[in-house]
């Protein structure tokens, strides 16, 4: 029987390993996409992260419910270039620029600045009464709370303003809207103010300057005899006629010498002054000549018809000699008058040489005096420049005065909020909902992290290197009449639970060849459904035909008796090993296919019958008349003893309570079975939720349960 079992351990092994390698085959990657472990691991730990996120949820509104309303209110603003339109005309104190993002950032940073907060506390009399300390808290309250925005590109600027109160929020707003808009009016007029009041003192201060220097001016030109009202001064306008006067004079002088010369030239070649020009042109000398004519024509006549001695022609003759006498005399006074003219013609020549002399030496003294006064001019037109400048400029900011205008104006004022603005409830819950997914997804995969429990067949092959042979669903999971798992089986034999034990069995014989009779199972630790496991295995067998013995091995706990409701008094095991109650096989089993043999209750452990021969021998014994002997043992990390008894097995089957049991434990356990000893056939998983079981691997085969659960109906 030795030989026997050392021949399955050897089949087992070669099972096992054959197993493994299919296991480690079916897990080779694929150049496929797959994102069911991803889905796998949010489906697994769906739970834990709704609880979380369902907790941030309630953290969020709490908190929303408790934080203090706050109401905002809203008004709008436009920009314009108003300002500026009229300031082109008027010439303003300061130059307006034309509207650029720039400026609108500006105006946003003047709304909400500390003069425009004080402008608004005065006008609303908030700091009316108050101290340095309180007002300045008012001003902070009022900058932190107010706000500015620009809607989109436009020029329109949102003014919104936070308050416990929605009439204050309303009231504030629309006060710093009012502000704002009339700040540039008011600040233009401020400036025009004080620059017509400066304008106005510097222009009086010009006025007497340029007056001052406009009267040195004079008095120097009056000083040094420089009066002009042609640009020139005196001496030059003198010296100027002077020599006009004498040029005149010379040219008249020449004149009359050249007419007095000729004349006598006349005289002296024995003319009687008939051809003299100015006898000529004398109306006195043309007179007296037709005078002469017709005298002349009287005595031709008379001396024709009379004798020279008559007295018509003697008194003809003394008028024709007195008309020449008389012409004689006014050649005479016509040459004495050329005389005259010539003499005063050089002697007026000669007092506009000296004039024009005398001119031009005092002009020789006033040169000196020129450069004085282009210093004194120049110093009389810079004063009457700077004088008529600040005497524009004032007519211009008198013009100005009452021009001004906004460079704002009000689209629509704030009213009255209904709703507070904080708590904002939709959002704060939104935001509670990223942050509790988020901590749930962190907390989920902290939790996966740490967490060292066996969820799938894959991974035991893959961690401890043996077949998983079968899944113990979790018997609510697939029925929920809720029968009790050791009746379930007679009750529900076409169940999923029922399979599962059948699929145990199938796959401890095709692990040994179908050669292994007594099968050992145990657990790391207690609690993790060996009991259950062997009773139902053992029932699952014994209606397969097969003659099936139970024995509960398990001293502390002697979960298979306490099953079956074992009293006091009743033969079992330990009877039977001590020799006090052998076994009569004919009577015992008889035509009887499933066989049970429990424990008494007993406050004595006779832990050395089960390790000793006497074990051995009954089992031994038993091989002979049951086709299967499943041995329930104890734990094996508490309990020292199970090592021993694992070896009187053909195979053992590790119990492991699906996502409880830990690996380090399972790992532990099977360093204390070793292989040469004991044939551990491979591990069951017990316990399996067949619900969260489809949540898991798609590669373990309850992943499609849901897809063949009506196949057991």
């Not at 087992?12 to 390993?17: I, P």
């Not at 005595?299 to 009379?306: C, E, F, P, Q, R």
């Not at 009457?384 to 013009?399: D, H, S, V």
């Not at 050395?608 to 104890?634: M, Q």
């Amino acid at each position: 029987m030795s030989g026997s079992r050392e021949l399955v351990r050897s089949n087992n092994h070669g099972t096992g390993t054959a197993v493994a390698h299919y296991g480690e085959r079916s897990l080779v990657p694929s150049d496929q996409m797959d994102l069911s472990g991803s889905l796998s691991f949010f489906r697994r730990q769906l739970k834990l992260i709704l609880i979380v996120t369902g907790l941030a949820l309630l953290g969020g509104l709490a908190l929303s419910l408790l934080v203090g309303k706050t109401y905002l209110a809203e008004s709008t603003v436009m920009l314009t270039n108003d300002a500026a339109i009229v300031t082109q005309s008027t010439t303003a104190t300061s130059p307006q620029t034309a509207l650029s993002a720039e400026v609108v950032d500006t105006q946003m940073e003047v709304i909400t600045s500390q003069e425009m907060a004080n402008r608004v506390a005065g006008a609303l009399g908030l700091t009316n009464g108050v101290d340095a300390g309180e007002r300045r808290k008012v001003l902070d309250e009022l900058q932190e709370n107010v706000s500015a925005r620009r809607a989109g590109e436009s020029y329109a600027l949102t003014i919104a303003y936070q308050a416990e109160e929605p009439e204050d929020a309303a009231k504030i707003a629309n006060e710093f809207t009012r502000q704002y808009v009339n700040w540039d009016v008011a600040e233009e007029r401020q400036r025009n103010e004080d620059a017509r009041k400066i304008v106005a003192q510097r222009l009086a201060e010009l006025r007497d300057q340029a007056q001052a220097d406009t009267q040195a001016l004079q008095q120097y030109r009056i000083q040094h005899n420089l009066l002009s009202t042609s640009g020139a001064s005196l001496t030059e306008q003198e010296i100027s006629s002077y020599n006009q006067e004498v040029t005149n004079a010379r040219a008249a002088a020449a004149e009359d010498q050249a007419r007095l010369r000729t004349a006598l030239a006349q005289l002296r070649s024995g003319s009687v002054g008939d051809d003299v020009g100015e006898a000529l042109g004398s109306p006195v000398i043309n007179s007296l000549r037709s005078q002469e004519a017709l005298a002349a024509t009287a005595v031709a006549d008379l001396s024709a018809k009379y004798g020279p001695n008559h007295p018509q022609l003697i008194r003809a003759q003394s008028q024709l000699d007195e008309v020449r006498r008389r012409i004689e005399a006014e050649i005479g006074r016509v040459i004495s008058n050329l005389r005259a003219k010539q003499e005063v013609s050089a002697q007026r020549l000669a007092s506009l040489n000296s004039s024009l002399s005398s001119a031009r030496a005092k002009l020789s003294q006033n040169n000196d005096a020129m450069v004085g006064l282009s210093e004194v001019e120049r110093a009389a037109e810079a004063s009457q420049g700077i004088y008529e400048t600040y005497l524009n400029r004032y007519k211009e900011l008198i013009a100005a005065e009452g021009s001004e205008k906004a460079n704002a104006q009000i689209l629509t004022l704030a009213q009255t909020p209904i709703l507070p603005h904080s708590p904002n409830i939709p959002l704060n819950l939104a935001l509670a909902l990223v942050i509790g997914l988020g901590l749930g997804i962190l907390a989920a995969y902290i939790r996966e992290a740490l967490f060292n429990g066996v969820l799938t067949p894959d991974e035991i092959e893959r961690e401890f290197g043996m077949p998983c042979l079968a899944s113990i669903p979790l018997l609510s999971s697939v029925d929920t009449a809720g029968e009790h798992p050791a009746t379930a089986i007679q009750d529900a034999p076409k169940s999923p639970f029922a399979e599962a034990f059948r699929s145990l069995g199938a796959s401890i014989d095709l692990a040994s060849y179908g050669q292994a009779k007594v099968i050992a199972v145990t657990s790391a630790l207690p609690n993790e459904g060996k009991t259950v496991m062997s009773c139902c295995l053992a029932s699952v067998l014994a209606a397969g035909g097969q003659k099936t013995m139970l024995i509960d091995c398990d001293l502390r706990r002697q979960g298979i008796s306490r099953l079956l409701n074992m009293q006091a008094g009743q033969k079992g095991l330990i009877d039977v090993l001590n020799g006090s109650a052998p076994i009569d096989f004919e009577q015992y089993v008889g035509d009887n296919v499933f066989c049970v043999l429990p424990l008494s209750p007993s406050k004595e452990e006779p832990e050395h019958l089960l390790r000793g021969d006497e074990f051995v021998e009954l089992l031994e014994n038993l091989r002979g008349h049951f086709d299967r002997i499943i041995l329930d043992l104890p734990p094996i990390l508490p309990i020292a003893a199970t090592r021993i008894l694992a070896s009187r097995a053909d195979a053992v089957v590790m119990a492991a309570k699906w996502r409880e049991t830990s690996r380090f434990a399972i790992r532990a356990a099977l360093r204390r079975l070793p292989p040469d000893q004991v044939n551990v056939a491979g591990m069951v998983l017990s316990g399996v939720d067949m619900k969260r079981r489809s949540f898991l691997d798609p590669h373990d085969p309850y992943f499609y349960y849901s897809q063949y659960k009506e196949y057991y109906a």
